[in-house]
């Protein structure tokens, strides 16, 4: 067995008791969960995951040139990529889709109606490499468990998702209009979740730019989580086992970061263990760091 009691984890370099260390830190050796949120917002939506040598893109919602210049950003090789995991079929999640398939050929995980309206909505032919999936039946992904469940959006069968291996476990939970019970449930076995938080209701109440049945779109019950919604997620998860949010898809114009971690500050400090949750922006023209999910 390998020795433990020197050795370097995420570049550090780890010196200890040799039976803690063989405990705590050889299984993480092998992997540990990273997740590096390359891109969120109605222009696009992107997501790296990272377990040792398995690299999962949670949607491709950048034209696939933008997607390879930020893979290889953060130092990842495009023909690497173990698959890509599609949330629904909205061009801001799967606009990338046809053209990477033709230049990498990675497999590509949806649900069939997500597929068939990836194909449907395709402006010309496109050869899509689907491995399709049953919403809500786990299956493996290079040593990642990835379980789907359905979330409430104007596509034709959009879901969540949920990434673990070990003990870690990272969640994504956009698009959606309103949180569900079972979107609850999933939302308490994460570690870290990236959560919708897509604009200010009163910025929205008070636009005059949308058409009201657009402004009525975004608020309806498969539209967009507001930024008090997704607060109010967060607050039921104080207290749990989350202990970092993203908050992304924020709109441009009905939204800002400061705003929306600001409600969703006011409404964890009003919770007990709200302290605990690290809470981060992801952003329509700025990547995330690359974080450990433990
Ligand atoms: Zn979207
Ligand atoms: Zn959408």
């Not at 590096?36 to 109605?42: A, E, H, M, N």
């Not at 899509?128 to 786990?138: D, E, S, V, Y």
């Amino acid at each position: 067995m390998r020795d433990c009691r020197t050795t370097v984890i995420d570049g550090k370099r780890v010196v200890g008791d040799e039976r803690v260390y063989r405990k705590e830190w050889c299984g993480q050796i092998r992997g540990m969960l990273h997740v590096t949120v390359l891109r969120s917002g109605s222009s696009g939506n992107c997501s790296l995951v990272e377990f040792g040598e398995t690299r999962i893109l949670v949607d491709a919602g950048l034209s696939a040139k933008r997607i390879a210049e930020l893979l290889t950003e953060v130092g990842v090789s495009p023909a690497s990529l173990t698959g890509i995991l599609v949330t629904h079929e909205h061009d801001d999640h799967a606009s990338g889709l046809g053209v990477w398939s033709a230049r990498h050929g990675t497999p590509v995980y949806a649900n069939v109606l997500t597929a068939e309206a990836i194909l449907f909505n395709a402006k010309r032919e496109v050869r899509i490499p689907f491995r399709m999936f049953q919403t809500g039946a786990p299956f493996d992904l290079g040593g990642v468990e990835v379980r789907s469940f359905s979330i409430p959006h104007d596509a034709a069968e959009p879901v969540g998702f949920v990434l673990s291996a070990g003990e870690s476990a990272v969640g994504f939970l956009t698009d959606l209009g309103y949180a569900t019970g079972l979107v609850r449930q999933r939302a308490r076995e994460v570690d870290t979740l990236v959560i919708e938080s897509n604009h200010d209701e009163r910025l929205l109440l008070n636009d005059v730019k949308r058409p009201w049945s657009v402004r009525q779109r975004i608020s309806s019950r498969h539209g967009h989580l507001s930024n008090d919604a997704a607060s109010e997620v967060l607050a039921e998860l104080a207290g749990g086992r989350l202990k970092r949010a993203v908050l992304g898809h924020l709109s441009r114009d009905l939204n800002t970061p400061e705003i929306a971690l600001r409600t969703a500050r006011e409404r964890l400090g009003r919770e007990s263990g709200g302290e605990r949750i690290e809470l981060m922006c992801a952003g329509s023209d700025c990547r995330t760091e690359r974080m450990r999910v433990a």
